[in-house]
């Protein structure tokens, strides 16, 4: 099992969560990104380097990935097409993605987009407070218990 990250997007205070799990648990981690990124030296943590472009990182992600694999993603049509491909994803909330919730997301998300682009709500979502950072640190925990 791999752990990918869309790495782009991903806050640091994540990446520092899934930097201590993979030497923890001696997992293989791939941050994928449009990028440089500064990773810690490591024999389990590698980054890849993409051309920039849309949704370039997550074709790679997709392309690359095997089954059980996880990809941390808060791109909701990035978890559903590794849903897709019989691998797993959370988000840096801690939310895991299924194949029970995945199209309430996609079909929330495509709400949201249509109301945003007749400007009926703006924004995103809030800053990473300190609870969505344990969130996920416990999911990925949790993730790592049972698939590992």
Same mark, same amino acid.
């Given at each position: 099992?791999?752990?990918?990250?869309?790495?782009?997007?991903?806050?640091?205070?994540?990446?520092?969560?899934? &930097?201590?799990?993979?030497?923890?648990? #001696?997992?293989?981690?791939?941050?994928?990104?449009? #990028?440089?990124?500064?990773?810690?030296?490591?024999?389990?943590?590698?980054?890849? #380097?993409?051309?920039?472009? &849309?949704?370039?990182?997550?074709?790679?992600?997709?392309n690359h990935l095997q089954e059980n694999d996880l990809v941390i993603t808060a791109d909701i049509p990035l978890a559903a097409e590794v849903i897709a491909k019989n691998a797993h994803a959370i988000n840096p909330r801690g939310e895991l993605y299924t194949k029970e919730n995945i199209k309430e997301r996609l079909a929330m998300r495509d709400f949201m987009e249509e109301m945003r682009s007749v400007g009926q709500v703006s924004g995103g979502p809030p800053p990473l407070g300190q609870r969505d950072k344990q969130d996920f640190a416990n999911a990925l925990d949790r993730f790592l218990a049972k698939y590992r």
């Open positions: 099992m791999r752990i990918w990250v869309d790495a782009d997007a991903c806050p640091n205070v994540i990446k520092d969560i899934l &930097f201590r799990a993979a030497e923890r648990k #001696q997992l293989p981690l791939t941050l994928v990104a449009n #990028q440089y990124l500064k990773t810690p030296p490591s024999r389990v943590i590698d980054t890849v #380097q993409v051309a920039g472009g &849309f949704d370039v990182a997550d074709k790679y992600i997709v």
